[in-house]
């Protein structure tokens, strides 16, 4: 969100970040009340999860 926030020259919101962070399921459900499609796997890199 630093990096968004930053990008678009907008100060951050951290009451909206923890929102949004800690609350996963309910984030989930509101994005896609919003209309928000959410795509995964995503196998190519750099979104590719490795595990040792």
């Not at 989930?28 to 190519?44: D, K, S, Y």
Request: no cysteine; net charge negative.
């Amino acid at each position: 969100m630093d990096l968004v926030n930053a990008g678009a020259n907008r100060p951050d919101n951290l009451g909206l970040r923890r929102l949004l962070t800690h609350q996963p399921p309910d984030t989930f459900r509101w994005l896609m009340a919003l209309g928000v499609e959410l795509i995964a796997p995503n196998l190519e890199p750099p979104h590719q999860a490795t595990h040792a």
